[in-house]
């Protein structure tokens, strides 16, 4: 068993949060709004009739490199207003992330708890883990995870302990570059 660890969850970490599980839908929507674009580049010049090629593949071209720019500005925004934004509104409504938690773990179960509640998370039961040199990203399904701000570790070597049990369960992951 790993030494508890007390600590109030910050907005700046919910930003974090927020911010790291946010950045692994970038590649696939803008893989995505390109396909997006192709397609309607595609159904235009079908309607055109493909008559002219020239024409056709402007039009093929035309709506890819819009729906790239598109996805350019939705990848910018999102952290630098949609996050900042989303977190302040979830601090404020959901008063758990404002009181003090401790949690620990053991080879097999992440334990979390407050005084509205305590959750046994088990490794195996998880889907993923993400982490930075911020926050660790315990996901639960796709969009639903718990986090752990890196400030809360006692260093380096007890972080990865907490990484190593998901591993060692069988959770895939990945390390943020740092």
């Known amino acids: 068993m790993t030494e508890k660890i007390i600590f109030t969850p910050t907005e700046e970490d919910l930003r974090a949060a927020y911010g790291l599980h946010l950045k692994q839908m970038g590649g696939k929507r803008l893989g995505y709004l390109l396909l997006f674009g192709l397609s309607i580049g ?97 996901y639960r399904s796709d969009h639903m995870f718990n986090f752990l701000p890196a400030r809360i570790f006692k260093d380096e070597v007890h972080r990865n302990g907490l990484i190593r049990r998901l591993q060692d369960a069988g959770v895939p992951g990945e390390e943020q570059s740092r």
């Not at 053991?106 to 930075?132: C, I, P």
């Open 42 to 138: 595609l159904a235009m010049a079908a309607y055109d009739g493909f008559e002219n090629l020239p024409t056709a593949l402007g039009l093929i071209v035309g709506m890819t490199i819009w729906a790239g720019i598109v996805a350019l500005a939705i990848t910018i925004l999102i952290p630098i207003w949609w996050v900042p934004r989303l977190s302040r509104k979830i601090y404020k409504q959901q008063k758990d992330l404002r009181l003090e938690t401790t949690s620990w773990w053991d080879d097999d179960k992440l334990y979390s708890g407050n005084e509205q509640g305590h959750a046994n998370l088990t490794f195996a039961d998880m889907v993923k883990w993400r982490a930075d040199d911020k926050i660790v990203l315990l």
